[in-house]
């Protein structure tokens, strides 16, 4: 037997022109993401929501679409002829499956379908009996009800009593594409959250140093891919083989400065990765001051060679802050397995914290730029990512 929801999408009906878009997308990523549970599910976009009917269950449903960004509620639902008898009894069939003993509820009628003959107050007051004469423990409270059964009445009846709270946000992909740079650490998924929430498609770099660094710390990037593609259906991963440019800037580049320098040679590789796949900014999990690199003038020296945006949505965070997303988004338990990345393989024993912009162009003077950036593009294995079912 098919189910009922009621698919609520609050911001995204805000945006005049745009809404038949964004309502687009929204649709496509529910039905991609119930695609595991159903492949006929059936979406009609009508009076502002989705209403979704499936065969999946109500566990998958409710599992799967609260990670579903630009859904602000679910109403798992049922609907009925426009038959007074019949909507009494959907009611008190939902009510009956409410943990409603000692609770306060009342019935809130709309009849945007005039044709039908009863008005709205009379709706309630006859459904509002029904259930009292039926079920036991409940009590009408009309001003603050802790349960609140909702009819519409339209070509059918639908009734429901239930809001479980989506994500919020908007449909990922409404917003175009953008290059996270993807560490195994635990700052960067977040960033990669918190865009995707934006309505933000993701592609995901990491930049691989063997033997420096170990596959462990691979498969831990691949493995936050498949966290992260919960939210959107799949994440393309471009994994740069980074060792030997890194083996010729270990060489060629004062130790102070081979952290900045390494980053901006990230930045020009993830840039030109980020142009060909027609993402238009970069994401990564700076936080201001959090470490060495992370200084506003590291910062600076990073953003120098960047030409695209830089999204860096956690620079005002603090780690606790970052911490505690990780762990509600689901990547913190990957992000602290062991595996060191480049980063923290090289560090150098006194980094420059606040790198002037002249040395680190002197420093930087001392290679081939543009060779490494092409050599490292010429190495990048691309893995389609998908969510673990
Ligand atoms: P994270 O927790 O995300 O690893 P971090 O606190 O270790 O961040 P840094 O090492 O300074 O900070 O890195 C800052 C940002 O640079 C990271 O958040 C990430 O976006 C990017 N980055 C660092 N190392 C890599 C890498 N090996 N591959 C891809 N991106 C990286
Ligand atoms: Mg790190």
Redesign the pocket.
């Known amino acids: 037997m098919e189910n009922l929801y009621l698919i609520s999408f609050g911001e995204i009906a805000l945006k005049g022109e745009n809404r038949p878009y964004f309502e687009r997308i929204l649709i496509q990523r529910i039905k991609q993401a119930l695609l595991p549970y159903d492949d006929s599910v059936q979406l009609e976009k009508t009076h502002g929501r989705i209403y979704c009917y499936t065969k999946a269950s109500r566990e998958q449903v409710l599992n799967t679409l609260k990670n579903v960004f630009g859904i602000v509620y679910i109403s798992p639902a049922k609907s009925c002829e426009n038959d007074l008898e019949q909507i009494k009894n959907t009611a008190l069939e939902i009510m009956r499956n409410q943990n409603y003993k000692g609770k306060t509820f009342k019935v809130e009628t709309r009849r945007p379908n005039k044709g039908f003959p009863f008005k709205s107050p009379e709706v309630s007051r006859q459904v509002g009996a029904h259930i009292l004469r039926n079920l036991e423990g409940l009590k009408v409270d009309v001003h603050n009800p802790e349960i609140q059964l909702d009819v519409e009445i339209r070509e059918r009846s639908f009734v429901y009593c239930e809001k479980v709270p989506g994500p919020g946000g908007l449909p990922v992909g409404c917003n175009g594409k953008a290059m996270l740079?993807?560490?195994?650490?635990?700052?960067?998924p977040v960033?990669g959250y918190m865009l995707m929430k934006r309505g933000i498609e993701l592609e995901a770099?990491?930049?691989h140093s063997f033997p420096f660094t170990s596959d462990r710390a691979k498969d831990k990037v691949i493995e936050l891919c498949r966290v992260l593609a919960k939210y959107s259906g799949k994440v393309r991963l471009h994994v740069v083989n980074f060792t030997e440019a890194l083996k010729e800037m270990r060489k060629q580049t004062p130790e102070e400065f081979l952290t900045i320098t390494m980053r901006r040679m990230?930045m020009r590789i993830a840039q030109k990765t980020a142009a060909s796949v027609g993402a238009k900014a970069l994401i990564?999990?700076?936080s201001l001051g959090?470490?060495a690199?992370?200084t506003l003038e590291a910062i600076v020296a990073t953003n120098e060679v960047a030409t695209i945006p830089i999204f860096r949505p956690l620079i005002g965070f603090d780690k606790i802050e970052i911490m505690e997303l990780a762990k509600k988004i689901g990547t913190y338990d990957i992000s602290i397995r062991p595996y060191a990345?480049?980063?923290t393989v090289f560090v150098p024993r006194h980094p420059k914290t606040r790198p002037n912009l002249s040395g680190v162009h002197d420093a930087e003077s001392l290679l081939d730029v543009d060779k490494l950036t092409e050599m490292s593009l010429k190495d990048i294995e691309i893995i389609d990512v998908k969510p673990q079912v």
């Open positions: 740079l993807l560490s195994g650490g635990i700052d960067s960033a770099i990491y930049f990230m990564t999990g700076e959090q470490v690199s992370q990345d480049c980063c």
